[in-house]
C-alpha cells in the first residue's frame, strides 16, 4: 500500500524523517512495525528550530515540482514521523514520488 493519500487538494504522504543524513533526499518506502508505509526521507538540516522539516517541505517541492508554499507539515513536526500535505493535481503529484521512491528502492 502507498504511504500517500488523494484528495481533490492533493496528496497527504506519511513520511519517516532522517535529521542530519548527509545529503537531502528521498530513501524510498519503507514498512514501520506497525505494518504502516512510510516515504524515508533524509534531510542535511537539524532537526532544531524547525530546521529540518523547512528542509523537508523544500525537498519535497523540488521533487514534486511544486512551490515550498504547497507542501505543509499537517502533523508530526517534533517527530520522526511525520503527515505532509502537498497540494497540487493529485495524479501528477502521485506518479511523481511513485518513480522518485522506486528510483530509489532499485
Do not use: C, F
Request: glycine share 12%; proline share 4%.
Amino acid at each position: 500500500m502507498d504511504p500517500w493519500r488523494y484528495s481533490t487538494e492533493g496528496i497527504s504522504i506519511a513520511l519517516r524523517v532522517t535529521p542530519r543524513g548527509g545529503r537531502d533526499d528521498i530513501d524510498g518506502i519503507e514498512t514501520l512495525a506497525n505494518g504502516r508505509s512510510v516515504v524515508k526521507v533524509r534531510v542535511r538540516a537539524i532537526a532544531e528550530g524547525g530546521e529540518a522539516n523547512r528542509a523537508v517541505t523544500e525537498l519535497l517541492a523540488k521533487v514534486l515540482g511544486v512551490p515550498k508554499a504547497r507542501v505543509k507539515v499537517l502533523s508530526g513536526t517534533t517527530s520522526r514521523l511525520k503527515q505532509v500535505a502537498v497540494g497540487g493535481d493529485p495524479k501528477i503529484l502521485g506518479e511523481t514520488l511513485r518513480k522518485a521512491t522506486v528510483a530509489k528502492a532499485e
